[in-house]
Structure formats: C-alpha cells, structure tokens
C-alpha cells in the first residue's frame, strides 16, 4: 500500500453521512422551547427534565449533547444557555430566529425525508405532494403568516446590513424591494440612509404585517406598501428594485420574464439588485447555495439556484447595460444589473 493510501481515512464520510443527528438534536429542542425555558435562569438537569416533560432516559444525553454542539453551557451542574441561544432563540427575545428553524423542524425536515424520489421525479415533495399548498394555508391565518414574515427578516437581516453600506445609495433617492415580507430591507437601508423613499412590495395579505413593522421604526412617512401580485400586475416604479430570495423560487422563464418586468419599471440609470445564495461559477465551493437549490427541488415546481454567471446573462439579455456580482453575508452574494 501507498502512503497515501493510507492518509485517505472515511472519517469525514462517516460524519457528513450522519450529520443530521446534530441538527436534528438542535431542532428538536426549539420544538420544546427548552431555549425559552432557560431564560430567566439556569436549571439543573432535573428541573429542566420536568419543565419540558422529557423521559428520564433521554433527558441527560440530550442536555450534554446540546452542550457539545455548543447550543448549552454546563456550570456546576445547571445547564444555562450561551449568549448566542440566549438573543436568538428564546421566543421572548426580538431578535428571535426560530421562526425560521421552527418551519425546518415540521416540514423541511420529513420532507427532505423525500429526497431521493424528488431526484428521480423532479417532484415538489412538500404540501403539493398531497394536494395542499403552503403559501396559501400561511396567508390564511395571520398569526404563521406574522411568524414567517418575521423569519424572513431573521434570515436576511446579515445581507441588509451588508448590502446598506455595499451599493452607491448616495446616487439614488427611491429603493422598492420586490417580495419584501416584513420589510426588513428597505427598513434597514431607510435607517442607515436618510434621504432614502420607497418601500416594499408584495401580495396583500403581507401589508399588515409591512404597516407595523415599518411603523415601529418610525418610518412610515418614508416607505410604503404596495400590494400587488408580480406576476400578474405591473411593478412599482423606484430608482432601485430589490429581489431577495425571489428569483430561486421560479423556473428559468419565469425569472427572465420578473427581470423583463423589472427592466421595464427601472428609469435609465437605475438598478436591480437580485440576491439569494448565489453559487459560485465553477459550481463546486457554495455548497449551500447547491443544497439550497435541492431545497427548492423539494418545495418548488421548478425553483432553483443559479451561479452569477447565469444571472449575469440573464440580466444583460433583458438590456441591462452593466452587471457585477458582490458578496453579501456568508454564503449569499448580490447580483447588480444598472439599466
Ligand atoms: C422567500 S420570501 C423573501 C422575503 C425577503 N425578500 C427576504 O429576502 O427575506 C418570498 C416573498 O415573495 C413573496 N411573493 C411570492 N409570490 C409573490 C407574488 N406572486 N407577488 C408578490 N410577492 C410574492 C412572498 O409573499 C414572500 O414574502
């Protein structure tokens, strides 16, 4: 045998084959809220075992794995969350991002259960599957349609603060993000740039949701609502559209034909910004941006991720003049297409 042979080992086979112990551990306690429970103090294992109705089989293990992973800290036998779970996933907190896990935990994860027959079927393996619809049931009752909005500006809150300082604001007066949920964009980029108008634009069931939230920062007189379905209906015009995790959502067709509409309502100079977790050109290094394209296998009819290669032509296929792409946070970047 080779060295080499012998420095090839299975270890890191063996631990991305069964990783998902590790999330599933982590989304399995926010189910039980155990993040919640800690909030006020740290508990002892016995404690924390009845607060969350827990066997005693399971109780310990569970605890100190959560320690492990990093999710828990374990002094002198009380278990107390870390600075991190303590801000962003005790329900009570403002900055809570739960919303997002919670929503992975009862539906990604079984259907990403379905993965193997979506690769070999090219089939939706959520909701659809069975003839239910997520969006719709969401817009139907307020209080998920609330959470989920909430969870948008939870996942996206790195790339607004990103992108507030990454884009030539001081050239522009008017910003309208297309699909905006709660508005946490345009919030953030009115926040940081004063002379800023617009707003956000999305179906009506979210203008609620927009309203309070836009409210809350003391910017309404700024940044309004535009209700609208931007498919069927014209696009709002402003000197800068925005489409944040919009285009991976679609076919190829449909993304070109959200470009053209954006082209159309753009002034000359203006500019669009697409961003989602864009994958690198050589289509090897953002393996979330890959797995995010799988996820819109399981959720979408014909969603999926593309390279900023590929945005790129499309951009300058509907007549934008110029195209970069740029980092946001982790692993999304920024398309840039200026009309
Ligand atoms: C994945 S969320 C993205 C939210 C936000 N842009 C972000 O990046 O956090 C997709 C948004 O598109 C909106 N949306 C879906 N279909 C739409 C349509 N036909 N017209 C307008 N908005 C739509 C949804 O309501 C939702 O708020």
């Not at 005693?56 to 800290?73: K, P, Y």
């Not at 522009?172 to 964009?185: E, F, K, N, P, R």
């Amino acid at each position: 045998m080779s060295g080499d042979q012998h420095a090839v080992t299975p270890e890191a086979i063996l631990q991305l084959g069964l990783g998902f112990w590790g999330p599933k551990t982590l989304l399995s306690a926010l189910e039980l809220d155990l993040f919640s429970a800690l909030a006020a103090a740290p508990l002892d294992a016995e404690t924390l075992r009845q607060r969350l109705g827990l066997h005693q089989r399971s109780a310990r293990d569970f605890f100190d794995a959560l320690v492990a992973l990093g999710m828990l800290e374990r002094r002198d036998g009380r278990y107390a969350n870390t600075p991190a779970t303590a801000r962003f996933l005790d329900r009570a907190q403002p900055a809570y991002i739960g919303g997002m896990l919670e929503m992975a935990n009862a539906r990604l994860y079984p259907f990403w259960g379905a993965l193997t027959e979506g690769l070999r079927t090219g089939q939706p393996q959520n909701e659809a599957k069975t003839g239910g619809n997520f969006f719709s049931a969401l817009y139907q009752d307020p209080e998920r349609l609330r959470q989920f909005a909430r969870a948008m500006t939870g996942m996206s809150m790195g790339n607004t603060q990103v992108l507030a300082q990454a884009f030539p604001w001081q050239d522009h007066q008017t910003v309208i993000d297309l699909g905006c949920a709660q508005g946490g964009m345009p919030v953030q980029l009115a926040l940081a740039h004063p002379h800023l108008g617009g707003g956000g634009f999305d179906l009506p069931p979210l203008r609620p949701v927009f309203e309070e939230y836009v409210r809350a920062f003391g910017l309404d007189d700024r940044l309004r609502f535009y209700p609208g379905d931007f498919f069927a209906d014209p696009l709002p015009a402003a000197d800068v559209l925005i489409m944040g995790h919009i285009l991976h959502d679609w076919d190829l067709p449909e993304k070109r034909h959200l470009i053209a509409k954006a082209y159309a309502a753009l002034p000359s100079g203006g500019a669009l910004i697409v961003y989602d977790a864009i994958i690198d050109d050589d289509r090897r290094r953002n393996a979330f941006g890959l797995l995010m394209s799988l996820n819109m296998l399981i959720e979408t009819p014909g969603g999926f991720d593309y390279t900023g290669a590929d945005c790129r032509t499309w951009l300058r296929d509907a007549g934008f003049r110029e195209t970069r792409v740029a980092p946001l946070a982790g692993p999304e970047s920024m398309v840039v297409g200026v009309k």
